[in-house]
C-alpha cells in the first residue's frame, strides 16, 4: 500500500492530501529515511511521524456560530448551510467552519468516524454551495447512514442557475469524473475517471439562462458542477468551471442542495428535509434578462 494512503487510514484526523505535502516537508519517515507519498509500504516497515506541536494539538474549537437546523433528534440532525461557509477544518485553518458551530451546539455528541478534523460530517457540500447537510450524532448511526449513501437510498436534490438552456426538458448525465490532469485543484469528465450520474429537469427557462432540479445518484466531488458544464451549461457564478464570466454575473455559484430525503435508520420514519432557495437567488429567477438583452 502507498505511504499516504496508508497514513490516511491509520490516522483519519487527516486527509490524504495533507499528509501527502507533511511527506514533502519531510515530517515522515521510512525505516529511518525520507519517502514519498508514492513509497510501497511492505511487512516490517518502520513509519516515523515527526509533527510539530503546533500542528501536533491542532483540533477545532466550538465556537458560537448560528445554524439552522432542519431536523435534529439524538442520532442526527439535518442543517441548512449558508453559502460561504467551510464544511470541516483545513491544515492551518481550524475557525469559522461548520464543525465548529456543531461542536458548540452538541459539544461531544458526534460521530468521529471521519477523523478527529471532520466530528458528525458524512458527506459534504462545497463552501459556496448553500442548503441541506446531514450529521451523524454518533458512530453508530454514522455507518449506517453511510451505507444508505453507498447505496444510493439517499435522494439528493438540487436547484441551480445554468448558463443557457438545455436541449431537453429533462436528461440523464453519465460521464466518469477523475482529477482533473493539468490542474489538480479541479475535476474532469475522463474515461478513466469513477461512474457519475446527474438526473436535471427544467424547472423555467430564463432568456439566456435556466432554472434546473438536479438528482444524484452517485456522489463525486464537484459532480454537478462538472456535469453541467461537460453538457455546455454550468453553474452561472462558478469560477472554476463556468468559464468566461459576463457583466451581470454573480459573484456567487448559485447552486443549492434544496432537499434530502430518507429513511431514518433507526426510527423507519421516512424524513424529507427541505432547504428554500436563498435570497440570492431571486435576481436571477426573473424572465427578464439581468444583461439587459
Given at each position: 500500500?502507498?505511504?499516504?494512503?496508508?497514513?490516511?487510514?491509520?490516522?483519519?484526523?487527516?486527509?490524504?492530501?495533507?499528509?501527502?505535502?507533511?511527506?514533502?516537508?519531510?515530517?515522515?519517515?521510512?525505516?529511518?529515511?525520507?519517502?514519498?507519498?508514492?513509497?510501497?509500504?511492505?511487512?516490517?516497515?518502520?513509519?516515523?511521524?515527526?509533527?510539530?506541536?503546533?500542528?501536533?494539538?491542532?483540533?477545532?474549537?466550538?465556537?458560537?456560530?448560528?445554524?439552522?437546523?432542519?431536523?435534529?433528534?439524538?442520532?442526527?440532525?439535518?442543517?441548512?448551510?449558508?453559502?460561504?461557509?467551510?464544511?470541516?477544518?483545513?491544515?492551518?485553518?481550524?475557525?469559522?467552519t461548520l464543525v465548529n458551530a456543531l461542536l458548540?451546539?452538541?459539544?461531544?455528541?458526534?460521530?468521529?468516524?471521519?477523523?478527529?478534523?471532520?466530528?458528525?460530517?458524512?458527506?459534504?457540500?462545497?463552501?459556496?454551495?448553500?442548503?441541506?447537510?446531514?450529521?451523524?450524532?454518533?458512530?453508530?448511526?454514522?455507518?449506517?447512514?453511510?451505507?444508505?449513501?453507498?447505496?444510493?437510498?439517499?435522494?439528493?436534490?438540487?436547484?441551480?442557475?445554468?448558463?443557457?438552456?438545455?436541449?431537453?426538458?429533462?436528461?440523464?448525465?453519465?460521464?466518469?469524473?477523475?482529477?482533473?490532469?493539468?490542474?489538480?485543484?479541479?475535476?474532469e469528465v475522463s474515461q478513466g475517471g469513477k461512474?457519475?450520474?446527474?438526473?436535471?429537469?427544467?424547472?423555467?427557462?430564463?432568456?439566456?439562462?435556466?432554472?434546473?432540479?438536479?438528482?444524484?445518484?452517485?456522489?463525486?466531488?464537484?459532480?454537478?458542477?462538472?456535469?453541467?458544464?461537460?453538457?455546455g451549461h454550468p453553474v452561472l457564478g462558478d469560477?472554476?468551471?463556468?468559464?468566461?464570466?459576463?457583466?451581470?454575473?454573480?459573484?456567487?455559484?448559485?447552486?443549492?442542495?434544496?432537499?434530502?430525503?430518507?429513511?431514518?435508520?433507526?426510527?423507519?420514519?421516512?424524513?424529507?428535509?427541505?432547504?428554500?432557495?436563498?435570497?440570492?437567488?431571486?435576481?436571477?429567477?426573473?424572465?427578464?434578462?439581468?444583461?439587459?438583452?
Amino acid at each position: 500500500m502507498r505511504l499516504d494512503k496508508w497514513l490516511a487510514l491509520h490516522d483519519p484526523s487527516a486527509s490524504r492530501e495533507v499528509w501527502k505535502k507533511r511527506i514533502a516537508d519531510r515530517l515522515v519517515q521510512v525505516n529511518g529515511q525520507e519517502a514519498t507519498p508514492s513509497k510501497l509500504l511492505e511487512p516490517g516497515d518502520l513509519v516515523q511521524i515527526s509533527l510539530p506541536e503546533e500542528i501536533a494539538d491542532e483540533s477545532p474549537q466550538a465556537q458560537a456560530i448560528p445554524l439552522q437546523i432542519l431536523y435534529e433528534d439524538e442520532w442526527l440532525a439535518v442543517i441548512d448551510k449558508p453559502a460561504g461557509l467551510v464544511v470541516h477544518p483545513a491544515h492551518g485553518h481550524v475557525e469559522g467552519t461548520l464543525v465548529n458551530a456543531l461542536l458548540n451546539r452538541y459539544s461531544r455528541g458526534l460521530s468521529d468516524l471521519s477523523g478527529r478534523d471532520r466530528p458528525g460530517i458524512v458527506h459534504r457540500l462545497d463552501k459556496d454551495t448553500s442548503g441541506t447537510i446531514l450529521i451523524a450524532r454518533d458512530n453508530q448511526t454514522h455507518r449506517l447512514l453511510a451505507d444508505l449513501f453507498k447505496r444510493g437510498d439517499i435522494g439528493r436534490f438540487y436547484e441551480v442557475v445554468v448558463k443557457g438552456t438545455p436541449d431537453t426538458d429533462r436528461g440523464l448525465i453519465d460521464a466518469p469524473i477523475a482529477r482533473g490532469s493539468v490542474n489538480r485543484k479541479k475535476m474532469e469528465v475522463s474515461q478513466g475517471g469513477k461512474e457519475a450520474r446527474t438526473e436535471f429537469e427544467l424547472i423555467d427557462r430564463l432568456g439566456q439562462y435556466a432554472h434546473l432540479r438536479c438528482k444524484l445518484l452517485t456522489g463525486r466531488t464537484h459532480q454537478i458542477r462538472v456535469h453541467l458544464a461537460y453538457i455546455g451549461h454550468p453553474v452561472l457564478g462558478d469560477r472554476l468551471y463556468g468559464g468566461r464570466r459576463r457583466p451581470g454575473d454573480p459573484d456567487y455559484q448559485l447552486l443549492h442542495a434544496a432537499e434530502l430525503s430518507f429513511i431514518h435508520p433507526v426510527t423507519g420514519r421516512t424524513l424529507v428535509c427541505q432547504s428554500p432557495l436563498p435570497d440570492r437567488f431571486r435576481p436571477y429567477l426573473d424572465r427578464e434578462d439581468p444583461h439587459g438583452g
